[in-house]
């Protein structure tokens, strides 16, 4: 027994205490002017749990606000096991919140049963004696609307004698409390964070319409959840008659049109303005004025980094023809000789001191700046012969290449590599000098004498050809 009434103690305290919060606005709400003091309302569990409403809501009268509970308080009916005795109790994590209720069981079947019986008739009344609201006047919200100002000035200036407003929409309010308590941890100074946390979001999407008259009309539309500010609206306009020199004042949020004149065809609209816009006529003369300013839009693009795989295939015979070309088999045999570093050995006495690069085709002769030359294999020793002339000894007209523009050298290894690629007609000779002193082909043209060049590559080159193997094979294009 003593246990059983310490329990029951706590229950009615905790009741005590809540009850005190929950029905402080509802007597408050009841109390009337007078003397007289509103009935005491025992804090016990109602036989039904009743529909959670706002606690406050427009148009129904305060008096007829029913105690409110949290959703986090559960409503239970249970039956005993003997199955004569019914218990109502409501609890807040196992802690009973009101009174609970004992009844028969039949008197819990009388009960309900009556209060049944009264939210049938209710909601029958509801639905087909009361007349039902339409779509629209379930979402026009709070409408203020003043009597007739007897006012001529009122009445010329607004051009009406009632003032209305319309407000719909609704806020919302998102709270939550989150309360951290951790045992067995060393926490230090710098990392003391708060154990209790209040966290709130409020959203907000509302639509103020107002009237003024006949001339003059109020628009406020705001939504919190908008992605843009720009697309929030607040706008203020003047209308007068058609007789007026001022036609209309708008402010807040404005659009500008130009139409296309009788001078000017082309025509344009600018939205997204926020300032004031007039409009006046005088006469025949219409006149806008602007003052505002762009509200734009603001993007952010974030790009992370990835890859793109593509698969190209490219055979051995498909390299760069025509590019690069060794000035002699002895730079070719050197260009695979490296160090134990991997680096290339460059002999001293093979460096390309000096260069001349010719280029020879097809009706060169027709041209003034080309001369004409013999293109041999071994300019030390040639056979300048008419009867020797062949694919790798020729005599033709050529023209010279410009260094650092037509080709580039690699004076070292001994190379050099075109900037446009040579075509099949074409023949490539050269004449240089080494540090060793020793000229391969005449460096200085006479135009007296014909000239021996050393030949690189020959007119439509075979591998049969002994210059063959001076082109580079292994360089691809990807």
């Not at 305060?62 to 096991?81: G, N, T, W």
């Not at 709130?200 to 919190?224: A, C, H, P, Y």
Request: charge should be positive; glycine fraction near 6%; aromatic fraction near 10%.
């Amino acid at each position: 027994m003593v246990l059983s009434f310490t329990k029951r103690s706590k229950c009615v305290g905790w009741a005590t205490i809540l009850s005190i919060y929950f029905l402080f606005f509802p007597l408050s709400a009841r109390a009337e002017v007078g003397l007289r003091l509103p009935p005491i309302r025992i804090p016990v569990v109602p036989l039904v749990d009743t529909k959670r409403l706002p606690a406050f809501s427009i148009g129904v009268p305060l008096s007829r606000v029913p105690v409110q509970y949290p959703r986090a308080f559960v409503h239970s009916v249970s039956i005993d096991p003997t199955g004569q005795y019914v218990t109502i109790a409501q609890t807040f994590q196992n802690w009973n919140v009101c009174l609970p209720q004992y009844l028969s069981l039949k008197d819990y079947i009388t009960r309900r049963s009556t209060i049944e019986t009264q939210n049938q008739w209710t909601e029958y009344v509801r639905t087909h004696v009361t007349p039902t609201r339409t779509a629209d006047q379930e979402t026009q919200g709070i409408t203020i609307e003043t009597p007739k100002i007897k006012s001529e000035a009122f009445r010329r200036v607004f051009g009406g004698e009632t003032f209305k407003l319309n407000v719909t929409g609704n806020i919302t309010i998102d709270g939550g409390l989150s309360h951290e308590k951790r045992k067995g941890r060393v926490i230090q100074a710098t990392d003391r964070a708060p154990s209790t946390n209040f966290k709130m979001k409020q959203t907000q999407r509302f639509r103020v319409e107002g009237k003024i008259g006949e001339n003059v009309s109020v628009l406020v539309d705001q939504d919190s959840e908008r992605p843009f500010e720009f697309e929030n609206a607040m706008k203020l306009q003047y209308t007068s008659d058609e007789d007026g020199i001022i036609q209309k004042i708008e402010a807040g949020n404005i659009s500008l049109s130009l139409p296309s004149t009788r001078f000017v065809t082309f025509s344009a609209q600018n939205t997204g303005l926020f300032g004031v816009k007039s409009q006046m006529k005088i006469g025949k003369l219409d006149v806008t004025a602007i003052a505002s300013m762009e509200k734009g839009q603001k993007n952010r693009k974030k790009l992370t980094g990835g890859k793109d795989e593509s698969r190209q295939e490219i055979h051995d015979y498909e390299y760069k023809r025509g590019t690069y070309y060794f000035l002699d088999y002895y730079y070719r045999s050197q260009f695979t000789v490296l160090d134990d570093k991997g680096r290339y050995i460059v002999d001293p006495s093979r460096i390309i001191t000096k260069l001349e690069v010719y280029k020879s085709d097809y009706n060169y002769q027709n041209n003034v700046d080309a001369f004409q030359a013999w293109a041999v294999l071994e300019p030390s020793d040639p056979n300048t012969s008419e009867t020797n002339i062949s694919q790798e000894n020729v005599r033709e007209h050529f023209l010279r290449l410009e260094p650092n523009v037509d080709y580039f050298i690699n004076k070292n290894l001994g190379y050099i590599y075109m900037n446009m690629p040579l075509q099949e007609s074409e023949i490539l000779a050269v004449a240089y000098k080494d540090s060793s002193g020793r000229e391969y082909g005449t460096l200085q043209i006479d135009s007296t004498k014909t000239a021996v060049l050393k030949l690189i590559k020959p007119r439509t080159p075979r591998p049969s050809d002994k210059s063959w193997n001076l082109e580079w094979k292994n360089v691809y294009s990807l």
